[in-house]
């Protein structure tokens, strides 16, 4: 407001000048105007285009040839560190990079890969995508890209995607290092449209209770969201696990309309608010096709931005249980402009509020995104992670829900109930074999070995008999431990061993075609959130 004051008062101080310079003209003649005029104008000019004389005089007249672009490209990111710490400038392929998981899909050639040994290996082929037609298979070793030797080069994860993706239409060869086949096995690739799926998994953890994991609010979220409810509800879902657990946002359309599924009409989900105070509300439209269903929704530090907002509104609104420990506290709405020249600006232009009236946004100084990006180390360090009693919040942020429901404001949501980050048995020998990724490599290899049988397995129940039937792969997996230089200490195994195992199987299944939804099936053993969740849905509480 202020700043549109001030422009209008030197709007009416123009007007005034110029009505004085006609009057004056009349009797001293119209030079006295005219000079007025000119003064003022070179005021406000000087004023507002400092930053663009300063950039011509150095493009024009600094001892070293220098162009004003370049110039731009440091100057903007400068002026906007100044501000809060979500107005950022993104450069084309920053902007390309942060913007493509977004979209729904990318242009590739449908493989999911890793690179634990140095070595391209195709852990999974996505169904009906071109790699699939044109006959890659799980577990190839991707040797050569377009005779490019790649394996054992030490390329990034990032380097040999550049070299597998590219417009749709256009070819790829792979050279392929396959089992039991001599020699390399060329294979042409044409790239595609590959879908990305914002829900990483869906599915059943008990007789009624479903699971949706949502990794990010992309375009395609909500349609995703009502295709997983519609499955579930057919397998008998009557209570949901809603698992937001490092999903850092996207698209708050997204956000909103999933929100309206879960609301009765007439709920405010959330709203906005300008420095002007101007607001924009966003209320269910009682179309939500989910209201009857019992729900839990898990956060943890790593949820922020649409992933609040979510919680925010089903929490404020007394609709569920928020369960895990209290969210990142992003709550500042950007503007996106994209330029020409396929950079962009993102400003924030509001704050967001949950319904009872919460900023979602965490305290920052401007200027200082440092202390900022310190936050959840210094949450960890205040032991947050561990005890709720270690988080504290003022009087002045309490609110309550239309039910009579404390809650607080002050930035990010606090669950309704807190589980704590359980390190209570990790010992240094799973941290050894953790760390140094001996456990992941391990798996890969074993999946390696038994791709047919995992690839036959059309079912986690399937899947679950396979591996309950292997009784000798966990001391398999110490052995190989100790092939790789950790000895056993079978002390600290048994008091791991329950989370070792977990992690084995989950890793292993994520291998077979039930991808993700095998990995939380399996992984659900040790996951204390979800086992709290299923108890708070079974126990008839809600």
């Not at 300063?54 to 002026?79: F, G, N, Q």
């Not at 377009?146 to 080069?153: H, K, S, V, Y």
């Not at 609104?317 to 950007?334: A, E, H, M, P, Y």
């Not at 309950?468 to 048994?494: C, H, M, T």
């Amino acid at each position: 407001m202020k700043g549109v004051m001030k422009h209008l008062y030197r709007g009416v101080i123009l007007i005034l000048i110029l009505a004085v310079g006609w009057f004056a003209g009349l009797y001293s003649g119209k030079q006295l105007a005219h000079n007025q005029v000119r003064l003022y104008l070179n005021n406000y000019t000087s004023q507002n285009n400092k930053l663009s004389r300063v950039l011509t005089m150095i493009e024009k007249d600094y001892v070293d040839s220098i162009s004003r672009d370049s110039l731009a490209e440091l100057a903007i990111p400068a002026i906007l560190h100044k501000l809060d710490p979500h107005s950022v400038y993104l450069p084309p392929k920053q902007f390309e990079e942060a913007d493509e998981p977004l979209q729904g899909e990318f242009d590739g050639i449908g493989v999911v890969f890793n690179m634990a040994t140095d070595t391209v290996i195709v852990l999974s082929v996505i169904p009906s995508g071109p790699s699939r037609k044109a006959g890659v298979q799980g577990g190839d070793r991707i040797i050569k890209v377009n005779d490019t030797l790649i394996a054992g080069q030490k390329m990034s994860q990032i380097a040999v995607m550049k070299r597998l993706r590219g417009p749709r239409g256009t070819q790829v060869k792979l050279s392929i290092e396959r089992k039991d086949i001599e020699g390399l096995v060329d294979i042409v690739v044409t790239r595609d449209a590959i879908p990305l799926h914002s829900v990483e998994a869906s599915l059943m953890l008990t007789e009624n209770v479903g699971f949706i994991k949502l990794s990010q609010f992309s375009r395609t979220s909500f349609a995703e969201i009502k295709k997983a409810l519609a499955s579930l509800r057919k397998q008998g879902m009557t209570s949901l696990i809603f698992d937001l657990r490092s999903n850092s946002g996207g698209f708050l359309d997204q956000a909103i309309l999933i929100a309206n599924e879960f609301l009765p009409a007439g709920s405010l989900i959330v709203y906005t608010e300008d420095r002007n105070g101007k607001q924009l509300r966003q209320y269910s439209d009682g179309r939500g096709g989910s209201t009857d269903l019992n729900i839990a929704v898990l956060i943890d530090e790593a949820s922020a931005s649409s992933s609040e907002i979510l919680a925010g509104a089903l929490q404020d609104n007394d609709r569920g249980t928020i369960i895990g420990r209290r969210s990142f506290g992003k709550g500042l709405v950007q503007s996106q402009t994209p330029f020409e020249d396929g950079s962009a600006l993102r400003l924030t232009v509001a704050r967001y509020y949950t319904p009872t009236g919460r900023s979602i946004q965490k305290p920052y100084t401007a200027g200082d995104g440092e202390s900022y990006e310190h936050d959840l180390i210094d949450r960890y360090k205040r032991s947050e992670f561990f005890s709720a009693d270690s988080i504290h919040f003022a009087d002045s942020l309490r609110y309550t829900t239309p039910k009579g429901k404390i809650v607080y404001g002050g930035g990010g949501i606090m669950p309704d109930i807190f589980v704590p980050l359980d390190t209570l048995n990790v010992t240094k020998y799973f941290s050894e074999v953790s760390g140094r990724n001996i456990l992941y490599r391990y798996t890969i290899e074993y999946a390696d070995r038994h791709r047919k049988a995992l690839e036959s397995a059309k079912s986690i129940e399937e899947l679950k008999n396979l591996l309950d039937g292997d009784k000798s792969l966990f001391s398999d997996f110490v052995r190989y431990a100790e092939r790789q230089g950790v000895k056993p200490n079978w002390k600290d195994i048994e008091r791991s061993r329950k989370i070792m195992e977990a992690q084995l199987r989950a890793y292993i299944s994520r291998n077979s075609d039930l991808e993700d939804n095998a990995f939380y099936y399996f992984i659900r053993p040790i996951d204390r959130t979800v086992l709290r969740a299923i108890d708070e849905l079974t126990s008839n509480k809600q």
